[in-house]
Each structure stands twice: as structure tokens, then as C-alpha cells.
């Protein structure tokens, strides 16, 4: 068969020949053009690439950059949130303190006026209790003096009646025997 087929290719003709040549050429341009094609895209694709892998990196950096920056402005901003948290905390307990020491000075305050009213109306009660007390010995001593002026005067009222008694007894007795000399003597006593 080789030999076919070389016998084949020695038949050929010139222009066959040329023609071939020719198909070689345009299938060679075809192919460098194919190639060119192919080396334009792939240099458009590494550029491409590039491109996005800069993107990327660009991206990348500038997410670094953002989180590094909300980093930074998250710490101040906590910085902030204590620092004005401890500035309220000491304010609040500077007015907490403030209003429990006024609490305990007008307590005080307070405590000091009650004691104070206390005492003046305890010694005024004193004095009251001491002045009923007085009032009540003097009156005790006024009934005792008027109780014994009472008795001496009952004494003497019995003592006077007694002789007024004794006094009317003879007078009647008297006057009896003077106006009535006969009768008898026991009709004339007058019990008193």
C-alpha cells in the first residue's frame, strides 16, 4: 500500500501540487490566526484576571481598611460610652450623696427641734405639775385650818348650846316658879 501511495503522489501534477501548497498556506494563516485568536484571549483573560484579582485585593484592602477604621471608631466610641458612663456615675453619686446628707441634716435638723419642744413642754409640764401640786397643799391646808376652825367652832357651838340649854333651863325653871309657884316641877323641864 506505501507503495500505492507513493506512486500516487509522484502522479501528481504541478498544479495539484500548488494547489495543495496553497491549502497549506490558508490553513497555516487559519491556525496562526487561530492561535492569535487564542493568544488575544488569553492575554485578555490574564488582564482580565488581574484586573479582578486587583479588585479583589482592592476590595480586600479596603475591607481591611473598613474593619481596621469600624475597629478603631467601635473602641473609641466604647471609650466614649465609659468615659461618659463613668461621668454620669460620678454625677449621680455626687447628687446621691448630696441628697442623703441634706436627708440626714434636716434630719438632724428635725430630731434637734423635737428634743428642743420636748424639754419646754416637759418643763413646762413641771412647772404646771409643781404649780397644781402647790395649789393643791395650799388647798389641803386651807380645809385642814378650816376643818379644825369647823371643829373648835362645833366644840364651842356644843358648848354654847350646852349653856344656852342650861341657861333656858333655869329661866324657864324661874319663870315657871315665878308664874306658877303650885305646880310641879317636872312639867316646866324643856329637853333641848
Not at 491549502?23 to 496562526?32: E, G, P, R, T
Given at each position: ?185 317636872a312639867r316646866f323641864f324643856v329637853k333641848l
Amino acid at each position: 500500500m506505501s507503495t500505492a501511495k507513493a506512486s500516487s503522489k509522484k502522479r501528481r501534477t504541478e498544479p495539484q501540487l500548488a494547489k495543495s501548497d496553497h491549502l497549506d498556506l490558508d490553513l497555516s494563516n487559519d491556525i496562526k490566526g487561530i492561535m492569535s485568536a487564542l493568544h488575544q484571549i488569553r492575554e485578555k483573560a490574564h488582564k482580565d484576571g488581574l484586573k479582578k484579582n486587583e479588585e479583589t485585593v482592592s476590595r480586600q484592602s479596603f475591607a481591611k481598611s473598613l474593619s481596621k477604621s469600624s475597629k478603631e471608631v467601635c473602641r473609641r466610641r466604647r471609650k466614649e460610652c465609659e468615659n461618659c458612663l463613668k461621668t454620669e456615675t460620678a454625677k449621680f453619686q455626687a447628687q446621691y450623696l448630696q441628697a442623703l446628707k441634706d436627708f440626714i441634716s434636716n434630719y438632724e435638723e428635725e430630731k434637734e427641734r423635737l428634743c428642743t419642744r420636748y424639754e419646754q413642754l416637759r418643763k413646762k409640764e413641771r412647772s404646771l405639775i409643781s404649780e397644781h401640786e402647790k395649789a393643791c397643799t395650799d388647798k389641803i391646808a386651807k380645809l385642814e385650818e378650816s376643818l379644825k376652825k369647823k371643829k373648835q367652832d362645833d366644840r364651842t357651838f356644843s358648848s354654847l348650846r350646852k349653856t344656852l340649854g342650861s341657861f333656858l333651863k333655869n329661866l324657864f325653871y324661874v319663870w315657871g316658879k315665878l308664874h306658877f309657884p303650885d305646880a310641879d316641877d317636872a312639867r316646866f323641864f324643856v329637853k333641848l
